[in-house]
């Protein structure tokens, strides 16, 4: 299993034929480097595929993610969000992670 400590939202789109070096290049440009133990999440313009970089200290996995049906909710203001275990559960399953706060409680916001 990959040990991921943190979790980082890009909320520009990226085109999804990019490839590794690219999306690397990406998370470089965005979040300023790569860092071990981190994932980095990218969505299309659409918002029904993510890209997921993740560098486990030794070399950098990218993972990707389509939906058939639906959306992921994305944001689209600001430029990057960190996000928690609990919302990266529910944004991979298309639930509302935005409303979900501190222990998993939902609020509304």
Request: some cysteine.
């Amino acid at each position: 299993m990959i040990r991921v400590d943190a979790v980082w939202l890009a909320c520009e789109p990226l085109d999804m034929r990019a490839g590794t070096e690219s999306v690397l290049a990406r998370v470089v440009k965005v979040f300023g480097a790569a860092r071990p133990h981190h994932a980095y999440l990218f969505a299309n313009r659409r918002g029904n595929r993510m890209k997921v970089l993740v560098h486990d200290g030794i070399g950098v996995w990218l993972a990707a993610r389509r939906l058939n049906v639906g959306r992921f909710v994305w944001p689209q203001d600001g430029h990057t969000l960190s996000l928690t275990r609990p919302q990266l559960d529910a944004l991979v399953l298309g639930l509302p992670w935005q409303r979900i706060g501190e222990a998993g409680v939902i609020t509304v916001v």
